[in-house]
């Protein structure tokens, strides 16, 4: 019998192990694009990310999660604009901005 309750809780903490690790595991995403003439790369990796690159173009980068977003700073043609926040369940989006 105790053999057996051995048996039992070692395969209880096993799958309590894998259910926690799949809950909490974030999906990864990665994604580059190139709009209005720029390098786009936003996505999702434990965090969400979204930087910009435009190489005649004043820019700016936003990355939001459920509860806030994070814009960057402007930034100078031929540099990147970086923004990052953490990843949440739902809600992560990205935006670029040039002008």
Not at 27 to 44: F, K, L, Q, R
């Amino acid at each position: 019998m105790r053999i057996r309750g051995r048996i039992i809780s070692t395969a209880l903490a096993a799958g309590a192990l894998t259910a926690g690790a799949l809950l909490s595991a974030a999906p990864a995403s990665a994604y580059v694009s190139y709009p209005e003439g720029g390098t786009w790369d936003y996505g999702n990796s434990g965090r969400t990310w979204s930087d910009y690159h435009h190489p005649s173009k004043l820019h700016r980068s936003t990355a939001c999660n459920s509860y806030t977003c994070l814009r960057s700073a402007d930034a100078a043609r031929g540099s990147w604009s970086r923004a990052s926040v953490a990843w949440t369940v739902t809600g992560n989006t990205w935006y670029y901005y040039n002008y």
